[in-house]
């Protein structure tokens, strides 16, 4: 056995895609597995002893935002389309040290709860600066979570985005919804150019990608110089397809045909492709993303809190297409906890109307979570099993917790059981960035009370931005009820009687 090597010995492991714990030890060269043996059949000059632990593959985000981070917790009752109009308050004006803090919270509540790698989408509007970029790039750096970083980008304003939404407004507010500006796509694409030619981190560590934020908020000129700086650098590309049925409609009223033919008529889609939520779409959609090797990324709990419906996923995965699972930002969800997420996959997959066995079983779940995700991050064959040659990132969680006693099937209640509780320990390539329930070398106390402080000012300087915002949140949530009817040729949402308003007013 060669002196860099490790052995993790000790664990109950759930090697590759079985599905039952079984003891065994995990040998390690460096950051990648090398070998799993026999529990006891190996010896190195390093052993980490895992004893009283189940060892599983770290899960994979496969959407979210770290700028949501300081955004938990603000607003209730919002549709994605008055989470959108509530944006430039929730997000705006925010310093380097903010975007970084927002980002490391993210981080942070990740590991804690099992998670190793994540697909970012950051908020960069109107126009994202390498600067901020690389604010985004040093939190995950700083705690070594794997991150693929996507500056959302967009060269419409909402308002611009939603055929009819100006001319819904009465001619005191139009002003108001106008004075929200965006740029041009060489301002906006000029620094990640700079930021994809200068990028300094290993792809398999942090990897930068883009992300068109909504299609319907990006001209056909925008998307195609993505496509264009996407194919130059190799870089993935995300984006959010068909998240609400607003932008179902939105895309028949705009481009008379669906999001996703839309994208591919732009050139778009591809195995570097991958559609967050993709809740509104039909099976010739789905047959489109297999065709052409692309991926989704299903954000149940996100969906459900923003009352968007619900995804098929088992639709998806029997035409042929990869799903992994997300959190989807603070600011929708609003946790970042994957454990959640990956039940929701499994559990909002029996509201439609099918036999048991086409449900989403926890063995699938988690393969999403993990190998599916993996799999939208670029990262599918390096990251998501326990296996030789896969990296070692594990997350070993207490045997003695009361989520895990007695343990009757360890796949059943990491889907079923589990919350992030039990989470005890967190290798990333080898490294433990969560020992025994504490992040080495973060000063945790201090990063609360930066992000405390920032809370409370951010809320000071955005109060005119809010204002506007709730001034016009009446409308839009009028008119993109109304609009969003149109796709309802869709089964996503349950059809249900009007609700009087008395009723409603006594509810509160
Ligand atoms: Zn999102």
């Not at 919002?78 to 989470?83: A, G, P, Q």
């Not at 929708?332 to 086409?358: C, G, H, I, K, W």
């Not at 609360?448 to 005119?464: D, K, M, P, S, Y």
Request: aromatic share 4%; with cysteine; glycine share 10%.
């Amino acid at each position: 056995m060669q002196t860099n090597h490790v052995v993790v010995s000790g664990g109950l492991v759930l090697v590759g895609r079985e599905t039952t714990a079984r003891p065994a030890d995990i040998v390690l060269d460096g950051d990648t597995i090398s070998a799993i043996v026999p529990a006891g059949a190996a010896e190195a000059p390093r052993v980490v002893d895992a004893t009283g632990r189940l060892i599983i593959p770290g899960l994979v985000n496969a959407h979210t935002h770290g700028h949501g981070g300081l955004a938990k917790g603000i607003g209730d009752r919002w549709s994605l389309e008055l989470l959108l109009n509530a944006g430039p308050w929730i997000n705006g004006g925010r310093t380097s040290d903010d975007r970084y803090l927002s980002t490391l919270l993210t981080a942070v509540e990740m590991i804690r709860k099992g998670c190793t790698a994540c697909y970012d989408l950051s908020a960069m509007l109107p126009v994202p600066s390498i600067e901020a970029l690389h604010d985004v790039a040093r939190a995950y750096a700083d705690v070594g979570m794997r991150a693929v970083i996507s500056p959302m980008i967009a060269d419409r304003t909402f308002y611009q985005a939603i055929p009819g939404l100006l001319d819904a407004f009465p001619p005191e507010l139009r002003p108001v919804a106008e004075a929200m500006r965006s740029a041009s796509a060489e301002t906006i694409l000029a620094p990640i150019r700079e930021a994809a030619r200068t990028w300094p981190y290993p792809n398999d560590q942090i990897r930068l990608g883009i992300a068109p934020t909504i299609p319907l908020h990006c001209s056909d000129e925008f998307m195609q110089a993505c496509r264009d700086l996407a194919a130059e650098f190799g870089l993935p590309v995300q984006t959010h397809l068909a998240e609400s049925a607003v932008q179902r409609a939105g895309a028949m009223r705009r481009y008379g045909m669906t999001l996703t033919a839309h994208l591919e008529r732009i050139g778009l889609l591809g195995p570097g492709f991958s559609g967050a939520h993709a809740i509104w779409i039909d099976d010739s959609e789905i047959e489109l993303i297999a065709r052409h090797g692309g991926a989704l990324a299903h954000n149940p709990g996100s969906n459900l809190r923003l009352g968007n419906g619900i995804a098929d996923m088992r639709r998806a995965i029997a035409g042929g297409v990869t799903v992994g699972v997300g959190t989807d930002g603070s600011s929708s969800s609003d946790n970042q906890n994957m454990f959640e997420a990956t039940r929701l996959a499994a559990y909002v997959s029996r509201v439609f109307d099918r036999p048991p066995e086409d449900w989403i079983g926890t063995a699938e779940a988690l393969r999403m979570a993990t190998e599916g995700s993996a799999a939208v991050l670029g990262m599918g064959g390096l990251i998501g099993r326990i296996a030789p040659g896969y990296k070692a990132d594990l997350v070993f969680l207490d045997l003695d917790h009361v989520n895990l006693v007695p343990l009757n099937d360890a796949v059943n209640q990491l889907v079923n059981t589990e919350d992030g509780a039990a989470v005890r320990d967190v290798m990333i390539g080898g490294r433990f960035v969560l020992r025994d329930g504490v992040l080495p070398g973060l000063d945790w106390p201090s990063v609360a009370a930066r992000a405390r402080e920032a809370a409370v000012r951010l809320r000071g300087a955005n109060t005119g931005v809010r204002q506007a915002a709730e001034r016009l949140a009446p409308v839009v949530s009028h008119f993109c009820v109304g609009l969003g009817r149109c796709a309802h040729d869709l089964p996503r949402k349950l059809s249900a009687e009007a609700v009087v308003p008395a009723a409603v007013a006594g509810g509160l």
